[in-house]
C-alpha cells in the first residue's frame, strides 16, 4: 500500500474558519460570481474537509456590492451595509450550491433571518453542523451595520471555538509593503496582532485584530490562488503567516 494513503498528513488544526473576500469569487470579472472560481475555491474546501477537519467560512460580498462606495454616493451608511449583507447570502448560496455538487453536505447561516433562503444563526444548531462534519457557511455578517465581514469572521470563529482563521488572499502572506509594486517588499512568517494594527499592515480591519488578539486566536494569512494551499497549510508545508500573540 502506499505509505501516503496509509499515513494521511497531519492535521494542524481540528477546526477553522476560512475567511475570503466576495472578489476572491469574480475570477478575472469586473464584478458578480465566476463559476469556475467558485468550483475551485469549492474543492480547495472539500479537500481540507476530506481530512476530517471541521470547516466554516464567512464570504465578503465586495463582488456584488461595496457597503462603503454606496455610503460615499450619498446613501446612508446603515441602508448601504444592509445591502452588502444581501449580497454576502448570494456568495453564500452560490458557495453552497458548488460544495454540494461535490458532495459536501453544507449550511448557509444567517445573521438576517430569512427562512425560505437559508438557517437563522443559532450558536448550538451551527456548532452541531460541524460536529457532524457539515461545511458551515454564515451569512449576512454579524447583522449589523457598521461591521465589516472581517469582524464577522473573527466573532464566528470565536463562538464556535475555531483554533485559527485562515484568511485566503491574492498574496501568500503579510508583507511590510505591497508585494505587487514593490520588488524589495519583504514576507512576514510571523508577525503579532500589535504590529498589524501599529503598522496598518491591512490583514483585517482594527475591530476583528483587536477581537482575535483578546481571545488569542491565531490568523493565518496564505495565498487562495495557490492550488492546495489550504490543504497543504494544514498538513504542515506551504507558504504563509501567521498572526499570533
Known amino acids: 500500500m502506499n505509505e501516503a494513503a496509509e499515513h494521511p498528513p497531519a492535521v494542524t488544526y481540528k477546526r477553522v474558519l476560512?475567511?475570503?473576500?466576495?472578489?476572491?469569487?469574480?475570477?478575472?470579472?469586473?464584478?458578480?460570481?465566476?463559476?469556475?472560481?467558485?468550483?475551485?475555491?469549492?474543492?480547495?474546501?472539500?479537500s481540507v474537509n476530506d481530512m476530517g477537519?471541521?470547516?466554516?467560512?464567512?464570504?465578503?460580498?465586495?463582488?456584488?456590492?461595496?457597503?462603503?462606495?454606496g455610503a460615499a454616493q450619498g446613501m446612508e451608511r446603515a441602508t448601504a451595509d444592509y445591502m452588502g449583507m444581501l449580497a454576502?447570502?448570494?456568495?453564500?448560496?452560490?458557495?453552497?450550491?458548488?460544495?454540494?455538487?461535490?458532495?459536501?453536505?453544507?449550511?448557509?447561516?444567517?445573521?438576517?433571518?430569512?427562512?425560505?433562503?437559508?438557517?437563522?444563526?443559532?450558536?448550538?444548531r451551527a456548532i452541531r453542523h460541524l460536529e457532524k462534519g457539515r461545511v458551515v457557511v454564515f451569512a449576512a455578517g454579524t447583522g449589523?451595520?457598521?461591521?465589516?465581514?472581517?469582524?464577522?469572521?473573527?466573532?464566528?470563529?470565536?463562538?464556535?471555538?475555531?483554533?485559527?482563521?485562515?484568511k485566503g488572499t491574492k498574496v501568500d502572506g503579510v508583507y511590510d509593503k505591497d508585494p505587487k509594486k514593490f520588488s524589495d517588499a519583504k514576507?512576514?512568517?510571523t508577525v503579532s496582532y500589535d504590529e498589524v494594527l501599529q503598522k496598518h499592515l491591512g490583514?483585517?480591519?482594527?475591530?476583528?485584530?483587536?477581537?482575535?488578539?483578546?481571545?488569542?486566536?491565531?490568523?493565518?494569512?496564505?495565498?487562495?490562488?495557490?492550488?492546495?494551499?489550504f490543504?497543504?497549510?494544514l498538513a504542515g508545508q506551504g507558504t504563509y503567516t501567521r498572526v499570533h500573540g
Open 88 to 124: 454576502t447570502v448570494m456568495n453564500a448560496l452560490a458557495m453552497q450550491a458548488s460544495l454540494e455538487a461535490l458532495g459536501v453536505f453544507t449550511r448557509v447561516v444567517s445573521a438576517i433571518p430569512m427562512d425560505q433562503v437559508c438557517e437563522p444563526y443559532i450558536r448550538r
Open 144 to 166: 449589523n451595520p457598521y461591521f465589516t465581514t472581517d469582524t464577522a469572521a473573527t466573532l464566528r470563529a470565536n463562538e464556535m471555538g475555531c483554533e485559527a482563521i485562515f
Open 231 to 233: 490543504r497543504g497549510i
Open 53 to 69: 477537519v471541521e470547516i466554516c467560512m464567512v464570504i465578503g460580498g465586495g463582488n456584488i456590492f461595496r457597503g462603503l462606495q
Open 187 to 189: 514576507r512576514y512568517d
Open 18 to 46: 476560512l475567511k475570503i473576500s466576495g472578489e476572491a469569487l469574480m475570477g478575472d470579472q469586473g464584478y458578480g460570481l465566476h463559476p469556475p472560481t467558485v468550483k475551485r475555491i469549492a474543492e480547495e474546501v472539500k
Open 203 to 229: 490583514v483585517m480591519d482594527a475591530s476583528a485584530i483587536a477581537l482575535a488578539r483578546d481571545n488569542r486566536l491565531p490568523i493565518i494569512v496564505f495565498s487562495l490562488d495557490e492550488p492546495g494551499g
